[in-house]
């Protein structure tokens, strides 16, 4: 079993729309993060969550961290094509020293 | 914003050879990674490194692999004697302090035939 499960695995909208990608996991965390991966590029942080039920907002982005802090969502409003990319959670392991990720939602935003 | 560099951007070797992957971590960052993304999978963890030693090092981490930072710059992946299940693509990652934002270079695609 994975330690963090994304969902959907794959997402494909139109501009305009509205969307939400999930990580879950039974596990909790002390932080979660997203990351934004472009094709040949390494992954971008995009923004750390530490306190359960916070809610973090980036332009149209709005990441929550669950009350429990077991899992996450990242809303995006509007979806533009330059949303398209794959979106990673990732935690750090137990101690500390390296990130573990999610597979990651692949999302195409079509215009 | 500083970035991480690494080096080639494309490495394509044969079985049983020697490759060496190279990364320029940001300036002032102390702690060094490597992680790896096989196609269609997910990022994993291979080792990080700190005050020129290993600080961690996952499963994948074997004894085919090391890391040396050979001045004060570079930080290198060593895989002794490639396995086809090494293509992947391998970025380095560096962050100022453990446990705060990491950067990641563009990667390292890694072709074993």
């Known amino acids: 079993t994975q330690l963090l499960e994304q969902s959907p695995q794959f997402l494909s909208i139109q501009e305009g729309e509205n969307l939400t990608v999930y990580c879950n996991s039974s596990?909790?965390?002390?932080?979660l993060q997203w990351y934004r991966q472009e094709p040949g590029e390494g992954p971008v942080l995009l923004v750390t969550?530490?306190?359960?039920?916070e809610v973090k907002k980036l332009k149209r982005l709005t990441f929550q961290f669950g009350d429990a802090r077991k899992d996450s969502s990242l809303h995006i409003t509007a979806a533009q094509p330059g949303d398209t990319g794959l979106y990673l959670c990732?935690?750090?392991?137990?101690?500390?020293?390296?990130?573990?990720f999610g597979k990651g939602t692949t999302l195409s935003v079509s215009s | 914003e500083p970035e991480v560099t690494q080096t080639p951007s494309h490495q394509v070797t044969q079985m049983g050879q020697e490759v060496i992957l190279r990364c320029v971590p940001i300036?002032?960052?102390?702690?060094f990674y490597w992680y790896r993304q096989i196609l269609g999978q997910k990022v994993e963890f291979l080792v990080s490194?700190?005050?020129?030693?290993?600080?961690?090092k996952s499963e994948i981490f074997d004894d085919q692999f090391s890391v040396e930072r050979p001045d004060g710059s570079n930080f290198t992946l060593k895989i002794r004697s490639t396995k086809l299940e090494d293509s992947a693509m391998y970025f380095c990652?560096?962050?100022?302090?453990?446990?705060?934002?990491?950067?990641f270079g563009s990667g390292t695609q890694l072709s074993v035939l």
């Open positions: 990732a935690v750090p392991n137990q101690a500390g020293t390296a990130l573990i």
């Open positions: 596990s909790v965390f002390s932080s």
């Open positions: 969550v530490v306190t359960g039920g």
């Open positions: 300036s002032n960052h102390l702690y």
């Open positions: 490194f700190y005050n020129n030693e290993i600080s961690e």
């Open positions: 990652a560096s962050n100022e302090r453990e446990r705060e934002k990491l950067f």
